[in-house]
């Protein structure tokens, strides 16, 4: 149930070689995308914990989204499969304690794709929008 007024807490851990240089290529090339997003700039997407992701939903993330680089484009080689790796773990435990699976995302964005970037961050914001506030938000708020 989407509420109009609802603006979406979103978490971005983006691989430093790939994906955050996509989302500088999308500011220098104003690029327009919802502010909704906040940056953590990773030197891989492989050093994103299960942890990380977790923490971010308990502080009150309504969304995470994950950009590392295209697979085989890796810097660190294999960082991007230990990413899928652990997003089958999350999903899967996401799934157990009751959120939505689409409440994380993860993306491959090259440097070199700026529109991409911004096409991603929006596609996500609207998705998280309309399903309204993460469940471990209200459930934060009721304790």
């Known amino acids: 149930m989407?509420?109009?007024?609802?603006?979406?807490?979103?978490?971005?851990?983006?691989?430093?070689?790939?994906?955050?240089?996509?989302?500088?290529?999308?500011?220098?090339?104003?690029?327009?995308y919802p502010p909704h997003i906040r940056v953590i700039r990773v030197m891989c997407s492989g050093s994103v914990s299960p942890h990380h992701v977790l923490r971010a939903f308990q502080k009150g993330a309504d969304g995470v989204l994950i950009g590392g680089c295209h697979i085989g484009d890796c810097h660190y080689l294999k960082g991007n499969y230990m990413?899928?790796?652990?997003?089958?773990?999350?999903?899967?435990?996401?799934?157990?304690?009751?959120?939505?699976?689409?409440?994380?995302?993860?993306?491959?964005?090259?440097?070199?794709?700026?529109?991409?970037?911004?096409?991603?961050?929006?596609?996500?914001?609207?998705?998280?929008?309309?399903m309204g506030p993460s469940p471990l938000k209200q459930a934060a708020r009721a304790a």
């Open 2 to 32: 989407a509420d109009s007024n609802f603006e979406p807490r979103i978490l971005a851990f983006l691989c430093n070689w790939c994906t955050y240089a996509g989302a500088d290529l999308a500011g220098v090339s104003r690029l327009q």
């Open 83 to 130: 990413t899928i790796k652990r997003m089958r773990f999350l999903q899967d435990l996401m799934k157990f304690v009751g959120m939505e699976e689409g409440r994380l995302h993860l993306d491959w964005i090259s440097a070199a794709e700026g529109p991409k970037f911004a096409q991603t961050v929006r596609d996500f914001t609207a998705k998280i929008q309309k």
